[in-house]
Each structure stands twice: as C-alpha cells, then as structure tokens.
C-alpha cells in the first residue's frame, strides 16, 4: 500500500498535485493536512484540518476517525500504525511577502510550516518528500526569497529522508486565486518561450507540468539523499 500525504492544496500546484495523486492508481490514500478542508470529495481522499505550526502536537488519529462513522478509513490508521504503508510526502506551502504582511510572516509560512510538516511526516514513517521551492534558491543568497527558499531546502535535507526531491520550478502558469501584477506581465513576456520551446530551464511553467514530474518522481526515484529538479527536467518528466 502507499500513502501520500500533502499539505499546501489551496495553492496553485497544490491543487493540481492533489488531482495527479488522486487519479494515480498507486495510492490508496491520500492525506491532506491545512488550515481548512477543501469542498472536494473523493474516495480515497481523507482530509484533516487544523493550526499547521501546531501540527507535531496534532491528534491525528482522531481527527481521521471524526471524518468517518463506517470506519472506511480503518485500514489507513492500521498501515500508519504497523509501519506496513509506503508512505511519500509533498509539500507546496508557499505564499508571498505581500501577502504575508511581513518577512517574518512570509518566512513563519514558507520555512516554519514546512518544516514542521516535514517532522510530522517523518514522525509517520514517511520515507520521501518532496517539495516545491523555487528556481535560484540558495541559503547564502542576499535577495530574501530566495535565501529562504535555500534555508528550507537544507533544513529538509536534516531530516534524512530516504529520498529529498526539491523542486525548482520558473515562473509558474496557471490559474491563481490572487492576482499578481508582475507575475502577470512577466508570464505575457515570457509565453513566447513556451510557445517557441526555447530556453528550458528558464521559460515559464505550467503548474500541472510540476505536478505530474512530482508524482512520477516520487514513484520513480530510487533512494538519495537530495535531488534538485530543474523547471527543464520538470517539462520533461511532465510529457
């Protein structure tokens, strides 16, 4: 049996990562952890709500059997338990300083949620994770995103994880909730690249492009201890 368990669904690549692992025949289950539950239903999808900067002190347990009065999810519980799920996390928490109010907010979200998400996680037995950061992330960078980006990517690789995929994606296309003027312009100068097919790692991306080369790479990856993925290996894991 596999597991994936994700947080970060509200968000653009969240949304579609969500949809990749819940039309994967490989996974029975798939946890989502957030703020608030998504209007989605499915099947094989269990979702759990609640402070994620509180998520280590989480009863998780009994937040799953609360979704349920059939004990459908009994098996899931079981597995976690026994140790005998494969078990792969993903996250894409992320948001923008503007958005955040702050630095110190955007780095509470972007750095703190993370990696507390990843101590949980591992606190499951989950053995690969893999997460959306960002192209030009560097822990020694002077421009604040990406320095931060940097510090979440080797704050991931302590873990030790059997496998680390660290996802560095350009400029994302898709449909967004909130509007963002210069990710809009850069995205109409930049299309042309897409269309043309020309300069990989660099041109815009789709965020279901990321969403698949993370599902495929989770399956696909044999252990290592940390795998950058460029926006270039991205399209073509995606195709």
Known sequence: MKIALISGTSGMVGMQLLHQLLKSPEYSFVLSVGRRKLALKHDKLIQIEG???KILEWD???KVKSQTLGGEYHSFVEAIHAKSAEI???SSIGTT???AGSQEKFYAIDHDLVISFAAWVKKLGARKFLYVSAMGSDSTSSIFYNRVKGETEEDLKAFKFDYVGLFRPSLLLGNRHEFRLGEQVASIVMKPMVWLKLFKNIRPIYD???AKAMV???LDSKDQQADIITSGQMQDLSK
Request: hydrophobic share 45%.
């Open 51 to 53: 402070d994620m900067s």
């Open 60 to 62: 998780w347990e009994d």
């Open 88 to 90: 792969h996390a993903f």
């Open 97 to 99: 300083i503007k958005v």
């Open 208 to 210: 279901h492009q990321v």
């Open 216 to 218: 495929k790479t989770a």
